[in-house]
Each structure stands twice: as C-alpha cells, then as structure tokens.
C-alpha cells in the first residue's frame, strides 16, 4: 500500500466514536512483512510500524511452517469461532501460491484478539495467528494475513468461496457485536440451595474491559409476566484478557414456592450494560411432586439416614452450608430408598440437603448438626 492510502485508513479511523465505530477489513499476506519494518533512510515509503501495529494491532512474526502453505487449514476464533477454512493455490498460471505471514497482537488501546489460527503448521510454533480482530472505542479492525483469493472453495460449498464466508464473518464482528466481545462467559446456572436462598454461579473464559459484573433477579408473576430486575449482587471482575475466573453469587432474599429469573450484566469501561445470560428458577419446598425427604435424626449429631420417596428418575443429593457452598455429596439414587449421612467432619450449624432430579425438579430439607 502506498503512503497515501495508509494515512487516509489512519484518517478514517480515527474519526469514529463511540456511538459510531468505523470498521476496516482488509487482508493481504504481504501488508504485516512490508510494512512492519523499523524506519531507515531509504525505506520512508514502506515502514510504517504505527499503521500494523498501532492500527492492524499486530506485530510480523515471520512465515508459516513451511512457507508456502497450500492447502493447509486455518480456524477460526474470534471470527466464525471453531470453523475451518483452507487457503489453496488459485490455479492461476503465474500466480503465487499462499505465502501467509505469522502475526502476534500487540499492546495498546482496546482489545486485539486472533481472528483465525495456522492449525497445520509443522513443529510446535509459538506463533500461530493468522489474523487479528480488534476494537476500540471508536473503532473496529480486522487484518487477515493472507490475501483473500487463496481462500478456497469447499465442494458441499461450490458458489461460495472461503473470501465470501471470511467478509461476512468479519462483518458479523463488526455490525452484530460491535467488536470484540468484552467477556466470554462459559456457563451460568441458577438453582435452590435452600428453602430461602438460590446459588447463581457462572465462569467466565476471559474478560477485557469490564468495570464490573452483576447478577440482577426479577419476580414472575402468575400469570408469567416479568417484574423489574433489581441487582442482588455487583462483583468486581477477576478475569483477564486471557483468562476467566469462576463465580457464585448466594441471594437470600426469595420466597418458598416464588419464581425469579436471574441474569448476569456486564458492564464495560465506558457503561455500556451487556445482559449476557439468565435463567429461570421455580422455589419449592420439602415435598415436591410426589417426592417426600426426611433426614432423621434431626438434630444430627454424628450419622443420619436420609429417606426418598417418590422418585422415579436419577436424582443427586448434596448438602450445602449456609454460604450457599457444597460441604457434602451423597451421590446419586435412582429409586426410592434410605442413603446414610456422615455428619462427623462437619461443624455444628445449620445446613440444607438437597436432592435434584435429572429433570431438575427438587427438593430441600433443613437440618441442624450439634454435638
């Protein structure tokens, strides 16, 4: 690219805001290993470290393993995550076959994370990212580093190439989410621990940008219409850029035989609230569905027989503390029965055994453990 067209890119985006973000999506397996060069007197019109790394967010790291990389795959991550695509050679006579570069990202405003990853290169290479996908707060940016024509067509995909399928995945990125997703959240579950208290506990893969996540609980009436949700918790995030952290939120303000729906709020560094996930949670009490639990005796002191009945599917029992934390497994029974409960390790107090079915229905019962 000629000086001129890199300062008018720079130009661009440096004019989007917050409320609107300018996009560039370029590719070209040349861009990085022409460009990311250190400055000299005779190079004035190629080096331009501040375009690649300040703007591309990324740094040349050299060839593919082998450099020529024909029909060799690559996938996705943050870009069509976990799908594949093969750079093959055009066919055209003369044409080069792909010689794509190795990229890392770089440091800077915003977030850069791997569009796409080499997965068949030989050895075990350090750098493997074939493109990058960033964003700011007035900008979003993806660089794939290999040119477009070599991304090859697939047989059950003859009228679409693999160029096709990468715009449009870049354009997902941008338009959908608005760039580079803050947080990456890998599960979120919301159960009854207790007759009046409900665990909400999530794990995150990586966070990035994030002043603080809260769980929020909203009331469903009877006739299923959802109240306002209010925050039963705000947590400060733990996570990084490359990895997550693990979650549990106790919310003792529900009613036996109450439904709530709970959900995990995002919010970034410049306020912007993500509802990310959410689950609804029916309360019941200690006979459900024809299910009956009792624990005797009760006070325990040492040893007690728990007894179902009533149940006719797979069923998990635990005991949980008042912090909402499981202290015990029971295991698993899968018809009606007595299984025995060792108190002995545990401190006296109050806990609550819960038995849940493999169809999540449940049912709690309190205990206290005195010696």
């Known amino acids: 690219m000629t000086p001129a067209e890199r300062a008018a890119m720079k130009s661009m985006l440096n004019r989007g805001t917050s409320n609107f973000r300018h996009t560039l999506i370029i590719a070209g397996q040349d861009v990085a290993r022409i460009h990311d060069v250190a400055l000299t007197p005779s190079n004035g019109a190629l080096a331009d470290q501040d375009f690649v790394r300040n703007y591309l967010r990324a740094e040349y790291r050299g060839n593919t393993n082998p450099a020529d990389y024909s029909n060799r795959l690559i996938r996705g991550v ?119 208290a409900v665990n909400v506990e999530f794990t995150t893969a990586m966070e990035t940008e994030i002043a603080s996540l809260s769980v929020e609980r909203a009331v469903v009436s ?7 949700f209010a925050t039963v918790e705000r947590l400060a995030p733990r996570g990084s850029a490359t990895s997550g952290a693990d979650y549990r939120v106790v919310d003792r303000g529900v009613e036996p035989g109450g439904e709530y729906v709970y959900r995990l709020v995002s919010v970034s560094l410049d306020g912007e609230r993500i509802a990310e996930r959410e689950q609804t949670v029916k309360l019941t009490s200690a006979t459900t569905g024809g299910m009956r639990l009792t624990v005797a005796p009760n006070p325990v002191r040492s040893h007690a027989t728990v007894t ?64």
Do not use: C
């Open 78 to 196: 943050v870009i069509t995550p976990g799908r594949f695509e093969e750079l093959e050679p055009t066919g055209v006579i003369g044409d080069a076959n792909p010689m794509p570069s190795l990229l890392r990202a770089t440091g800077g405003e915003g977030i850069a994370r791997a569009s796409h990853q080499y997965t068949q290169q030989l050895g075990s290479p350090v750098d493997s990212m074939a493109g990058i996908a960033s964003s700011t707060g007035g900008r979003n940016v993806v660089y794939y580093a290999f040119d477009w024509r070599h991304a090859g067509r697939f047989n059950f995909e003859p009228d679409r190439s693999g160029a096709w399928r990468l715009l449009l995945g870049a354009l997902d990125f941008s338009q959908q989410f608005r760039g580079v997703l803050p947080i990456e959240v890998v599960s979120f579950n919301a159960y009854q621990s207790a007759e009046r």
């Open 222 to 228: 009877e006739d299923r219409t959802v109240g306002t």
């Open 308 to 371: 179902l009945t009533g149940v006719s599917e797979p069923a998990t029992i635990e005991m949980y503390d008042d912090a909402g934390r499981v202290v015990k497994s029971l295991g698993v029974i899968s018809t009606s029965g007595t299984i025995s409960l060792d108190a002995s390790d545990l401190a006296n107090g109050s806990y609550t055994v819960r038995v849940r079915t493999a169809s999540s229905s449940q049912i709690l019962e309190r205990i206290t453990v005195t010696r």
